[in-house]
């Protein structure tokens, strides 16, 4: 949780507002806001997180209709020091249609500096690698830290949706591999070798209404 102070009230009092992040593991730290009034802020101000508290919507909460306006979304996720570097970082999109669940991933932003794909929303592979024989990763790949700006290219203002942020670490070896790896075995063919350990956040809503 994103609780203001370490005690006891303070981490009951974020859960109850739903800012909180999960991960697959490692302690990769994520942020999530969303409102109206983040276009005048800059990802190298140092009081960001402090200005996007102020007027906008961190995760967990609910952003409501504006009349002739899109909202824009901030992620900011740290990798784990002693965890894999980070790959990318996404956007995922969920609505109903036709009475169905619907969504839709975006990546928003690459490591490496490269650039997401207007057509496709994805990032070219930043060609991580890992040697299967001792399960070291490729030690120039990927970023501490991703940051990013974004909204939604295909944002309806009638259309209640939610959306929250996820963030990948390049890939590591399967804990399987690992396994196999110690005891002088080869990996399993039935399951992947690798994985992409994650981080993600609470959702935040958009309503109409």
């Known amino acids: ?4 102070e370490n005690t006891r009230e303070s981490i009951y009092e974020a859960f109850r507002r739903k800012e909180t992040f999960g991960t697959s593991g490692p302690r990769i730290k994520v942020r999530f806001f969303a409102g109206y009034n983040l276009e005048s802020l800059k990802l190298d ?4 997180i ?3 508290y102020a007027n906008n919507t961190p995760m967990g909460g609910t952003i409501i209709q504006e009349k ?3 909202p824009r979304f901030l992620v900011w996720a740290i990798s784990d020091p002693l965890g894999a570097p980070l790959q990318r970082a996404q956007i995922i999109k969920g609505w109903l249609e036709d009475g169905e669940h619907r969504e839709k991933v975006f990546d928003v ?4 500096g490269l650039s997401v794909d207007p057509i496709t929303h994805r990032c070219p592979d930043n060609n991580a690698k890992v040697n299967l024989d001792d399960c070291s990763i490729s030690s ?5 830290e991703i940051k990013t700006f974004w909204k939604d290219p ?4 009638d259309q ?6 996820r963030v990948l670490e390049n890939p590591t070896c399967r804990w399987s591999t690992w396994d196999a790896m110690r005891d002088n075995e080869s990996p399993r063919s039935d399951i992947p070798a690798t994985i992409q350990e994650r981080a993600w956040s609470s959702p935040i809503w958009y309503t109409k209404q």
């Open 1 to 4: 949780v994103w609780a203001e």
């Open 45 to 48: 101000d140092l009081s960001l």
């Open 50 to 52: 402090q200005d996007a």
């Open 68 to 70: 002739n306006n899109s």
């Open 109 to 112: 932003a690459c490591s490496d």
């Open 140 to 144: 120039d790949k990927g970023d501490s």
């Open 154 to 157: 295909e944002f309806r203002q």
């Open 160 to 165: 209640d949706a939610f959306y929250y942020s």
